[in-house]
């Protein structure tokens, strides 16, 4: 059952998004995601200036002068939100949780994809696919997506990215659009992404927030992993180990890149520090700038 508190807070995102998408992010969005195909759309008349390669000779020869066949984009797209849902998502020091970015990211892409006629589904992962919301069109279906995304409640604390490949692999026959939502806290998911970069269009939403980067001078420190429960007593006040803690994660994050461009997946970097719409539109125009020079 949904609470008041929890439609303000949809109602709220929802319409921030879709102030957002009315503004260049839509148009954005329409210009670097284009369509499957091209589809028949009829014969006409030939007119000067027109491709002669267009031309259908079969018409042209019945009826005695020049046909040719037009086509047109394919423009609809399926979108699908692989979100990881597991309890490393719900961490959060500046102004937002990472379940909070993903929630305003999501809203903002489901709103373009919808303004743009596409359809939208949602796969919801921990250690094994909790949610599962078939692509579908129109602003109803985008407010129940956003609204599962607030009230959804994990039901395991673990991460398991693989199995939400695996089912994705297995339920979207054509290609599609497929945003994966995750800090990427995980392994063994790579060669089941992969395999989905292969068949669809892929996409890795990192979320970051800047204590899983750099840690501050605070002395002894008690952390605990939320996904298993395990707690750790370390010293921040020692220098050697804020300065090993952020080797460590800026080499993770390089080989992440390193196997992204490897295997042709695009990652849109987000952080709970805010500014998504600027972070979206930035990938965007850096997505459409690489796709010219290709």
């Not at 797209?77 to 309890?87: C, E, F």
């Not at 605070?218 to 006040?237: H, K, M, W, Y």
Request: net charge positive; aromatic share 8%; glycine share 6%.
């Amino acid at each position: 059952m949904l609470t008041r508190e929890v439609m303000r807070q949809v109602r709220r995102l929802q319409l921030r998004a879709r102030r957002a998408v009315e503004d260049p992010l839509g148009g954005a969005y329409r210009s670097v995601f284009k369509g499957t195909g091209i589809a028949f759309e009829e014969v006409r008349e030939y007119q000067p200036g027109d491709e002669i390669r267009s031309i259908d000779w079969n018409v042209t020869a019945r009826m005695g002068h020049p046909f040719i066949k037009r086509y047109v984009e394919e423009r609809e797209l399926t979108v699908i939100l692989l979100v990881d849902a597991s309890a490393s998502m719900s961490f959060g020091t500046v102004q937002q949780s990472k379940r909070d970015v993903v929630a305003e990211l999501a809203a903002l892409l489901s709103l373009c994809a919808v303004s743009n006629n596409d359809k939208v589904g949602l796969i919801l992962v921990t250690r094994a696919v909790e949610r599962y919301v078939p692509p579908r069109k129109g602003p109803r279906h985008i407010l129940r997506l956003i609204r599962d995304l607030f009230v959804h409640k994990p039901s395991d604390p673990a991460t398991n990215l693989q199995a939400g490949f695996d089912f994705l692999n297995k339920v979207l026959h054509r290609r599609a659009l497929v945003f994966v939502f995750s800090d990427f806290l995980d392994a063994g998911y790579e060669r089941a992404m992969q395999r989905t970069a292969r068949r669809h269009d892929v996409i890795a939403v990192t979320i970051r927030d800047p204590r899983e980067v750099e840690f501050p001078d605070v002395g002894l420190l008690e952390i605990q992993d939320a996904e298993t429960g395990r707690c750790e007593l370390i010293d921040t006040g020692h220098a050697d180990f804020r300065r090993a803690f952020q080797t460590q994660e800026a080499q993770r994050q390089a080989e992440f890149q390193q196997w992204t461009r490897a295997h042709k997946i695009d990652v849109l970097a987000a952080s709970t520090q805010g500014r998504h719409l600027d972070e979206l539109m930035r990938f965007f125009q850096q997505r459409e700038r690489r796709l010219r020079r290709t």
